[in-house]
């Protein structure tokens, strides 16, 4: 890549000539000379300096072009390196905090035995967050939840899950009779809890837009008691049976293996959402424009197959309990 084109990638990352300038250890005018030279080359402007500095519509074409340029040339490296070094290299998957110890152990062990001499890092993030990271060459693929369909990505949806009610039998028998608890097994309108204490997530992340979807569309208002994103203490605050929380079903392993231990009062009960409407697609992303070394291709045909393995594990019978 000529170094015009270095240039503009290090000022549009930062969005700011100085910075970029320091960065790349030249001047800053050097560093405005060269994107003035492109300017002139493709006879457009790629940065607006008012009222703050900014890429233009052809800035944010020539950044997307050169991120896939990145990209391109940084999987051939790492195919042609696989090929010569049998099957070593490394590669980057991003994952949310809370799938990555639920998803993680089950597919690790396998892929190790097979491929033992390829480095993995991982980056835990939002969805959101990883979908800009793998436009931007900074990660290889990704597991997310709901992706947004850009041009550029691969998507392979490995399950689908809906959103369910965890709550103690505690708080559950503290405010409906025996025979109301039964009907919910068929599903629960959110209405019936409003006045229910809850802990919920905050407002970022895909799954709590579909939460939020749903409430709005329904007019329910929770009683927001704690706000959190983390599931596993959502999940370990509801155990104490001063509130209710709202979780997907994959992430609901905390909640089965407390109910393989507790006391009868704490034992948490998950009942699925009615009308919902909104299920959550788990999602395995790649970049169109990579070619993946077959030690990536491997990892990710056994991410498919345990993440669909997981899937249909069920949570919800693996201890029958008397209401």
Do not use: W
Request: proline residues 4%; glycine residues 4%; aromatic residues 8%.
């Amino acid at each position: 890549m000529k170094i015009g084109f270095e240039v503009f990638l290090a000022v549009a990352r930062e969005l700011s000539i100085s910075q970029a300038a320091k960065q790349l250890h030249i001047t800053p005018q050097c560093a405005s000379d060269h994107i003035r030279r492109l300017e002139k080359e493709y006879q457009v402007t790629l940065f607006e300096r008012k009222p703050h500095f900014h890429l233009t519509t052809a800035g944010e074409i020539m950044l997307r072009s050169l991120q896939n340029m990145q990209i391109v040339e940084s999987s051939m490296e790492k195919t042609l390196g696989s090929v010569a070094q049998g099957n070593m290299g490394a590669f980057t998957l991003g994952i949310s905090t809370s799938r990555a110890p639920i998803i993680l152990p089950r597919v690790l062990p396998r892929y190790y035995r097979e491929f033992p001499n390829v480095n993995i890092s991982f980056i835990e993030e939002d969805t959101q967050v990883l979908e800009e990271r793998l436009l931007s060459g900074q990660i290889d693929l990704f597991i997310g939840v709901n992706t947004t369909p850009y041009p550029e990505f691969r998507i392979t949806t490995m399950t689908t899950e809906e959103i369910m009610l965890v709550i103690s039998s505690g708080l559950l028998h503290q405010y409906f009779t025996r025979n109301e608890i039964q009907a919910m097994r068929e599903g629960i309108d959110l209405n019936q809890v409003s006045h229910i204490p809850f802990t919920l997530s905050v407002k970022t992340g895909k799954v709590n837009y579909a939460i939020q979807e749903y409430l709005n569309d329904h007019n329910v208002h929770l009683s927001g008691a704690y706000n959190i994103s983390d599931s596993e203490t959502q999940i370990m605050l509801c155990t104490s049976g001063i509130c209710a929380a709202l979780c997907p079903r994959m992430l609901l392993v905390t909640a089965y293996r407390h109910n393989l231990s507790c006391g009868r009062d704490s034992y948490l009960y998950m009942f699925p959402v009615k009308n919902l409407g909104r299920e959550l697609k788990i999602d395995l992303v790649s970049h169109k424009n990579a070619i993946h070394p077959p030690f990536l291709r491997h990892f990710m045909k056994i991410t498919q197959e345990e993440v669909r393995a997981i899937a249909q594990f069920d949570l919800l019978g693996a201890r029958a309990e008397e209401l």
